[in-house]
């Protein structure tokens, strides 16, 4: 119901051979989308989206029990203040943008946070990746990096933006398991997952 008028996946418009919108249209595209909700940013959180401002990584961080505390450190305090907030996608893969009249449409937002723009593109980048075959650190992914960080040239420079976006990546799996922390603490303990790993194998 939700998707009736929003055009196809992304993913089956690519499997059936069109071209159109390419990962290198749609990226500048996702950021300039974030740049927008950076102004929503304060609302959204006061409404109850996850607040997963880069400050408050380093201490779930180590409630998950990392052991790379000083990085994590150093890539939150990189972070703060470098640019406004916004709220993420966090799950921008071809299976949650569909096309309508040509034009990439993100849909499935319950994955949602208020973070720094680059703790969020993480799937979004590895999906294209993995789609135009490209390996990873390669020049050509390099180059899909870039044409995200294009748009915010408006708050620093590439060489900055470069920098920035590094910090965002280290961040972006503290952000992903702590939701799976929020999603997964209120279920009881004796739960349906746990009887399966107690099942006895067969065969």
Request: aromatic residues 8%; glycine residues 8%; negative net charge.
């Amino acid at each position: 119901m939700l998707t009736r008028d929003v055009g196809p996946r992304l993913r089956d418009v690519h499997d059936g051979g069109e071209p159109r919108p390419s990962w290198e249209e749609i990226l500048p595209l996702y950021a300039e989308l974030q740049i927008d909700f950076m102004d929503v940013a304060d609302r959204a959180r006061t409404l109850g989206t996850p607040d997963d401002r880069p400050e408050l990584l380093p201490d779930r961080y180590v409630a998950l029990g990392g052991d790379r505390i000083d990085a994590v450190h150093a890539a939150a305090e990189r972070l703060i203040n470098s640019m406004p907030l916004t709220v993420a996608h966090m799950e921008g893969h071809d299976g949650n943008i569909f096309v309508r009249d040509g034009r990439p449409v993100f849909i499935d937002w319950a994955e949602a946070v208020v973070t720094h723009p680059f703790v969020g593109p993480l799937q979004t980048l590895r999906g294209a990746t993995e789609r135009l075959g490209y390996e990873p650190g390669s020049p050509e992914v390099e180059r899909l990096r870039d044409l995200y960080l294009e748009p915010f040239g408006r708050f620093a420079p590439m060489t900055e933006l470069r920098e920035l976006f590094a910090a965002g990546y280290l961040l972006h799996g503290i952000s992903r398991a702590e939701l799976w922390r929020r999603t997964l603490a209120p279920l009881p303990v004796e739960g349906s997952f746990q009887r399966l790993l107690r099942r006895p194998r067969v065969g």
